[in-house]
């Protein structure tokens, strides 16, 4: 049933639109450069959060130059392209990003780790190993690795699927697997591809012959995939789009009726099955919003109407393009997702000249029950990239067992992972020390994959170049909602 404009408009008379709803993680603000927030508080001010029960307390530089941690918190690498090797002898692959963790036998943990490699093998030094039986198109060099923490430290990493392009970020299913997200549309026959991508498949940690013939998922659609979710309640996937020219779109897929979710159920689905849609939003007042850089306050709140995809597959024109400006709600670098507090938290990394408003990140949580997406991260154009203090450019986000967010910064000059509290102030958990320029003109590679293990003690994260898995441990606490 469609939510119209004039029920949102009558709802929020209600309950009072442009002030944030009601939720666990409320109106989360951003430092120091937030656009709209009465509570933050710069990342150099981590001491002095520290004392009030924000944060950890400032950063302390590593001496092996790789992550400054907060005192008492301690890194281990993981897997480190080029050094550590797979299970059959090759190195680990290059450019990590999505990750999530899972519970494995017998007191494992098992990580399915995205490889970002676009274009063909020849092109990177430590694509993804084609691995007999796990190969979707032999000319591209990306995929996923799965990764065994075992309970005495070793440590076991083995390919899950090879041959996709530009895996980026995914998302975890509620029954324990990996769908990993092609974040290019090349067709067959462009950079060598043999085979269309754009599309997203599932990898199973616990089954590796679960993963043999792997199969895209063509009914989630074919374009530039980021992220997706799973409501666990309602059965929906919501997914982002990070495309430009026009900006991208936020999706749903609302499954075929009476399907039932599990391992494996997805590849008996039909190319076609189920309904995929595109957002249009509309404002208290029943205007349609035509890009979500539109909002400037933290707490924004719009309704959302959901409209048919036309040709999912995008045959002839991409999937964004087949929309009028004034059909669907646009928002630039549609970037990581994440399930959690009854709905998604959906990242938009950053805006400038292709989006009506500029700003340097955005967070929202969309509300399946109200039909609605409110604004609970907003940064304002980082003036100074290069200088510490400031965040920039969210990427892939997690909700923490601490409480609030857990964000991986992919902006300009210094990167961070940051927190964010659920009553709005932020703090720095890490800085990326790894120098991939030159002392004349450093460059600090983006934080990816941030997740944390199932019992909540470890939190992994990856340096995407030249692609580092880390375990981050420490005295982890609740963070306070002062």
């Known amino acids: 049933m469609s939510l119209t404009r004039r029920d949102f408009a009558r709802n929020s008379a209600i309950t009072g639109a442009g002030v944030a709803l009601a939720g666990s993680v409320g109106a989360l603000a951003t430092a120091p450069n937030a656009l709209a927030s ?16 924000v944060g950890y307390g400032p950063l302390v530089a590593d001496p092996e130059g790789i992550l400054a941690l907060p005192a008492g918190f301690t890194y281990e690498i993981v897997t480190y392209s080029g050094r550590t090797k797979l299970e059959s002898g090759e190195f680990t692959p290059s450019n990590h990003d999505g990750t999530a963790a899972f519970d494995g036998p017998r007191g494992t943990t098992l990580l399915v780790n ?14 993804v190993p084609l691995t007999e039986g ?35 970020a995914g998302g975890r299913t509620p029954w324990g697997t990996w769908l990993t997200c092609e974040e290019n549309s090349d067709k067959a026959g462009v950079n060598g591809m043999t085979k269309d991508h754009g599309y997203v498949f599932e990898v199973d940690p616990c089954d590796r012959r679960a993963n043999r013939s792997p199969k895209p998922l063509k009914f989630f659609g074919r374009y530039d995939h980021e992220a997706v979710v799973i409501d666990p309640k309602r059965g929906h996937a919501y997914l982002t789009e990070d495309a430009a ?33 595109a957002p249009k939003c509309f404002d208290s007042g029943g205007k349609f919003v035509d890009d979500l850089s539109r909002a400037t306050k933290i707490g924004t709140v719009y309704g959302v109407d959901w409209v048919d995809v036309p040709d999912r597959d ?76 400031a965040f ?23 990167q961070h992972l940051f927190g964010a509290t659920d009553s709005g102030r932020t703090y720095p958990i890490a800085r990326n020390e790894l ?27 990856n340096i995407q170049t030249p692609g580092i898995m880390l375990a981050i441990t420490g005295p982890w606490k609740r963070q306070k909602r002062s």
């Open 245 to 277: 020219g026009p900006n991208g779109l936020f999706f749903r897929w609302t499954p075929p009726k009476d399907f039932t979710y599990g391992p494996g159920r997805f590849r008996k689905l039909a190319d076609d099955a189920g309904v995929l849609q």
């Open 114 to 127: 995205n490889h970002e490699l676009k274009g063909p093998r020849a092109k990177w030094e430590h694509p």
């Open 314 to 389: 995008a045959r002839t024109t991409p999937v964004r393009k087949q929309f009028k400006d004034d059909e669907v709600t646009r928002a630039r670098k549609l970037e990581g997702m994440w399930w959690g507090d009854g709905g998604a938290y959906i990242v938009s990394s950053y805006a400038r000249a292709e989006s009506p408003v500029q700003h340097d990140g955005q967070v929202w949580f969309y509300d399946p029950k109200r039909r609605t997406l409110t604004l609970k991260v907003l940064l304002g154009v980082n003036p100074d990239p290069s200088k510490d203090g």
């Open 435 to 461: 120098n991939i320029g030159t002392a004349e003109e450093p460059e600090y590679s983006e934080f990816t994959g941030v997740t944390f293990s199932p019992d909540g003690r470890t939190l992994y994260a």
């Open 38 to 53: 009465d509570d933050t508080v710069s990342a150099a001010d981590g001491a002095a959060d520290a004392r009030h029960g």
């Open 392 to 414: 920039d450019g969210p990427d892939n986000i997690t909700v923490s067992p601490y409480g609030g967010l857990v964000i991986a910064e992919d902006g300009e000059g210094v």
């Open 134 to 168: 796990l190969v979707y198109d032999p000319a591209a060099a990306g995929g996923c690795t799965v990764v065994e923490m075992r309970p005495d430290g070793r440590v076991a990493e083995w390919v899950g699927i090879a041959g996709t392009s530009t895996n980026c």
